[in-house]
């Protein structure tokens, strides 16, 4: 059975939304300071890469495993991604990786949207 054009498009959307992510990850502000040791910031960097590999996997379960749950699990993350993007914007203003995670913010709706309609609405399973 071929995966349907709105799970390819959810799948496509999704990953690029995460390799944004790492790119965003990237470009973070790195300089220790009192209150953010060097050991915090590599534990930061870690823990962000580690959730990007785990969210790659949730959207390839989605798409070519056909379960339902990890699409719902991406779209809380969605959510908590929003929650986040909004307090860092609102401390510290646009900043280049602000702006990257607003990008991937928008291609994760899109992804999700095409996960929830069309001929991909019979494709996930519980």
């Known amino acids: 059975m071929s995966v349907p054009s709105n799970v390819r498009r959810f799948e496509a959307l999704l990953y690029a939304s995460l390799m944004l992510d790492a790119l965003s990850v990237a470009v973070q502000d790195r300089t220790p300071s009192a209150e953010l040791t060097e050991q915090m910031i590599m534990t930061g960097t870690l823990l962000a890469g580690g959730m990007i ?4 996997y949730f959207v390839r379960l989605a ?3 056909r379960k339902n749950w990890p699409r719902w699990v ?3 993350a969605l959510v908590l991604s929003v929650i986040s993007l909004g307090q860092i914007i609102g401390e510290k203003g646009m900043e280049l990786d602000s702006a990257i995670e607003i990008v991937s913010c928008v291609l994760t709706t899109m992804g999700l949207y095409f996960s929830f309609t ?3 609405q019979g494709w996930f399973n519980a």
């Open 74 to 76: 991406l779209a809380a």
């Open 63 to 65: 798409a070519h495993g």
């Open 118 to 120: 069309g001929d991909a």
């Open 53 to 56: 590999l785990l969210l790659v």
